[in-house]
T-cell receptor, first 119, second 112 residues
């Protein structure tokens, strides 16, 4: 069964500082990995995703994440935080199951990390 | 560009009442799902569907029913509301497992 662990429910950084949000997963098969962002009173929107190929993926708003299979990690980074980055961030893993070649799957989310950016 | 539309946005129910949360998508996505979001718990999967006529249970299905009679619609039914079902509910859809999930704006449900 797949699971997602986000280390740190709350991360606080200064404006201009490095943002690092940690995500580890467990999966019995190579997963698809995602980071979503949720601004207050809104739904979730995709930041970036890893499916296959290059392990360093770039997303919107200057975020990027690196898939490290040996560490089962998919940490999210941004070199310089901006006030507008303040939001809740969710790591998610999608894993296929069953006999239908992965056409059945579940998307499992971590518990989220609230990012605050201090002026 | 409607995307995923959820109604209503807010709802207050009394314990024991029933209601249906509506979800519709206009992107011809096969996969649709319902999540509930509670503080410190992230998003937990309630039910999901991989196509019309096919549904399955997620992590927290008790107290909820779903059906998928068309590709576009995936309603979530609360048969007898309980205070423990106070939460924010999100509907999502995606084309494939490795493609972006699109989320509705959420329904904030309070059961008193």
């Amino acid at each position: 069964a797949q699971s997602v662990t986000q280390l740190g429910s709350h991360v606080s950084v200064s404006e201009g500082a490095l943002v690092l949000l940690r995500c580890n997963y467990s999966s019995s098969v190579p997963p698809y990995l995602f980071w979503y962002v949720q601004y207050p009173n809104q739904g979730l929107q995709l930041l970036l995703k890893y499916t296959t190929g290059a392990t360093l993926v770039k997303g919107i708003n200057g975020f990027e994440a690196e898939f490290k299979k040996s560490e089962t990690s998919f940490h999210l980074t941004k070199p310089s935080a901006h006030m507008s980055d303040a939001a809740e961030y969710f790591c998610a893993v999608s894993e296929g199951y069953g006999n239908s070649g992965g056409s059945n799957y579940k998307l499992t989310f971590g518990k989220g990390t609230l990012l605050t950016v201090n002026p | 560009n409607a995307g995923v539309t959820q109604t209503p946005k807010f709802q207050v129910l009394k314990t024991g009442q029933s209601m249906t949360l509506q979800c519709a998508q206009d992107m011809n996505h096969e996969y649709m799902s319902w999540y509930r979001q509670d503080p410190g718990m992230g998003l937990r999967l309630i039910h999901y569907s991989v196509g019309a006529g096919i549904t399955d249970q997620g992590e927290v299905p008790n107290g909820y029913n779903v059906s998928r009679s068309t590709t576009e619609d995936f309603p979530l039914r609360l048969l007898s509301a309980a205070p423990s079902q106070t939460s924010v509910y999100f509907c999502a859809s995606s084309y494939r497992s490795y493609t972006e999930a699109f989320f509705g704006q959420g329904t904030r449900l309070t059961v008193v």
